[in-house]
């Protein structure tokens, strides 16, 4: 009788720990408060796209108000519809030669495998969670693009090109970067939060897209002014709000690697602000509420590769140079090459993307994530060398390309970085 009550006793203590959900001997188990974390951090980056959708939508003309809008709410509805039937299991599913996930988990078929954690994308949360999580970053990737190509697109080649460009250029290169097996992943490379394959990939696209539709009918020759700032500004607020749970979420558990990257992402984005508002007011005489958004956007993105990986001060000075930097590819850059980046999605996007990841490899301190590495700068006396298990060597701190890096979620990650 002693026995059963000592294991009575037992089994109450266990089962009121907090924050744990017990699980079959051999099985990982779910962790409430992490996976309650995952699920708001989605649902943040999920209000990003509407954020999103003001913020081009106060930039264009307003004629065009509704058009630029229906673009983001249409993305959001097109490509969750697409990333659950198949774009899941193409940018994470088992691996084909390194380049693109089966089709294997089409359709999010398997209940046992992914309400359960997945060790090597989600150590503590849901499969689920994961799926859903990363369905947000898929659907502002290519929301991200519309501002490149803004007021030109008819509604049905936009729709064509969207489901495309998700299908055959998101999904390979989120599967690159982030998939078990992915070519780039393997090479032991870091990227907190996207800044290649979200902010790079869409810039870069919306570069191309603009360049090749050519300009907007009437550039040059008639005014093409936001036509209300104010809603601009607020859709540059929300996605300031809703970037906590882009970066931050990112750790993928509840814990002091996502509150790092929760108070860098501050700090990059309120520098950027700064820095992008003294230059402009520098070059032109006077600062802009236009700038000031367009700053802290800005410093969000040069942030978002480096979140998980480096201290308080070095995101300062990412968010400082960022600033500058877009500023630069926005005011002078984009108008001595002559294209028409309509609402600078590259000059902010691929501009701020690139120098986030340089500035990674230069700032990364495993005194912010252990399992990170240390940048350039911490590398003064040794080569910025990572051996691989067959003896190849990647230089990784120097020309470090930051894809995710989820010690603490149980993500896998080459230790040898």
Request: net charge neutral; charged share 10%; aromatic share 12%.
């Amino acid at each position: 009788m002693r026995g059963l009550i000592h294991g009575l006793l037992a089994a109450g203590v266990l089962l009121g720990i907090p924050g744990t959900v017990l699980a079959a001997e051999g099985a990982p188990a779910v962790d409430t408060g992490d996976t309650a974390w995952v699920l708001i951090s989605a649902a943040l980056v999920m209000l990003m796209t509407p954020g999103l959708a003001f913020f081009y939508g106060g930039m264009v003309r307003s004629k065009n108000v509704l058009t630029t809008i229906m673009q983001s709410f249409f993305i959001v509805a097109m490509v969750s519809v697409q990333w659950v039937l198949f774009g899941f299991s193409l940018a994470f599913g088992p691996d084909i030669n390194g380049v693109i996930g089966s089709l294997s988990w089409a359709g999010l078929t398997d209940m046992a495998l992914f309400a359960a954690p997945y060790e090597d994308y989600s150590a503590t949360v849901p499969l689920f969670a994961f799926a859903a999580f990363q369905c947000m970053f898929a659907v502002i990737t290519a929301a991200l693009i519309t501002g490149a190509y803004a007021e030109r697109f008819k509604f049905g080649a936009f729709v064509l090109f969207t489901f495309l460009w998700t299908t055959f250029l998101y999904d390979p290169m989120a599967h690159w970067v982030w998939g078990v097996g992915g070519w780039l992943r393997d090479l032991g490379a870091l990227d907190f939060a996207g800044g290649t394959v979200i902010h790079i990939l869409s810039g870069v696209s919306g570069l191309v897209a603009c360049i090749m539709l050519g300009k907007r009918s009437g550039k040059g020759v008639v005014p093409m002014l936001p036509h209300h700032l104010p809603m601009t500004v607020l859709g540059a607020a929300l996605l300031w709000f809703g970037w906590f749970g882009f970066n931050a979420g990112s750790a993928l558990g509840a814990n002091g690697l996502a509150a790092g990257a929760f108070v860098v992402t501050q700090a990059a984005a309120a520098a950027a602000t700064l820095s992008w508002v003294g230059a402009e007011w520098l070059v032109n005489g006077h600062p802009t509420m236009l700038g000031a958004a367009s700053g802290c956007i800005a410093g969000l993105v040069a942030i978002t590769p480096a979140a998980g990986f480096v201290t308080v001060v070095p995101a300062v000075l990412i968010g400082l140079i960022g600033g500058v930097l877009c500023f630069a590819a926005v005011a002078i850059v984009k108008a001595k090459l002559g294209y028409d980046d309509a609402l600078d999605a590259f000059g902010v996007h691929g501009v701020g993307g690139t120098w986030g990841a340089l500035a990674t490899g230069l700032w990364a301190t495993k005194t912010a994530n252990s399992a990170g590495a240390d940048g350039l700068f911490l590398r003064q006396r040794a080569p910025a060398v990572c051996t691989g298990g067959n003896g190849s060597g990647c230089h990784c701190a120097g020309r470090c390309w930051h894809l995710h890096n989820f010690k603490n979620s149980g993500r896998s990650y080459n230790p040898a970085c």
